[in-house]
């Protein structure tokens, strides 16, 4: 057996299990904003300020990369925090990001998510599994390339449409990077696109609620990160719904790395995806 086909056969989803098991005790015993704006002190290789609870998050997953390693593994991990690891193979990626929507968290606010996503190659597209747990609504979402998405265990449909209102928008649109000032640049924009926007602090659990159908579709005002978006961008895909990273001409090339490459856009159907590839990112933000 080839070391791509011992990744694609591994566990993942235990593994997953058992970190995020790791994180929800991490959350329980620091409960207050007061424990948990505490900072390391440093910047993690994403470009955020490093709180305590994310190294520790960041530290029970690679617990459990580091036990796989030892049983024989060989991959390479992509982490916020750590940046890239090499455990013995540059083509399997795991793509790790321990608290997608760290804000909230520390704030007690709901939605933050750990996000995992294993590839047999270097972008989106090839990414074959993913896995958000979202520890607000204590929400698991799954995705396998080929054989679906599952949300607590049962399994989304692909046939979910879209809601538009009379004059063809869009009834609820998702949002991220939410400074002001982006919001302010693509306002216009937004409005000729949606009724309503929601910006729920996390890409993760944002695209999560495109793939069950929660929002009809979500864009982000600025270039993200794959840590953020490369678990929850499969999972979308595999029910049913479309992910383009539209500075690429093929829309799923964006690569599996730290640097911020291009904007996110999901939907529901092929009109709303070029529809929302169309707004453009704030320039203050390029």
Known sequence: MGVSDRAQDTDWLE???????ALRRILADAPSTAERVREVGTRGQGGDRTLIIDAEAEEAVF??????HH???RFTAVSEER?????GDPDTLVVIDPIDGSVNA???????SISVAVSSGPTMADVFFGYVYDFGPEEEWIARRGKGAWLDRQRLPVDAGERRGSDGRLELLGIES?????IREAADRLAEQAYRLRALGTMASTLCQVAAARLDGMVTL?????????AAQLIVREAGGLVAFPWYEDVLS???DLVPHSPCVAARTERALVELSRIPPAQGSL
């Open 106 to 112: 520390k704030r007690g606010l709901p939605h933050h």
């Open 254 to 256: 964006a690569p599996l």
């Open 63 to 68: 617990r459990e990369l580091e036990a796989l």
């Open 15 to 21: 593994l997953c299990r058992r970190a995020t098991d």
């Open 71 to 73: 049983e024989g593994l």
């Open 83 to 87: 940046g890239t690891i090499d455990f």
């Open 178 to 182: 939410a400074d002001p000032r982006w």
């Open 222 to 230: 600025r270039r993200c990160r794959a840590v953020d978006v490369a």
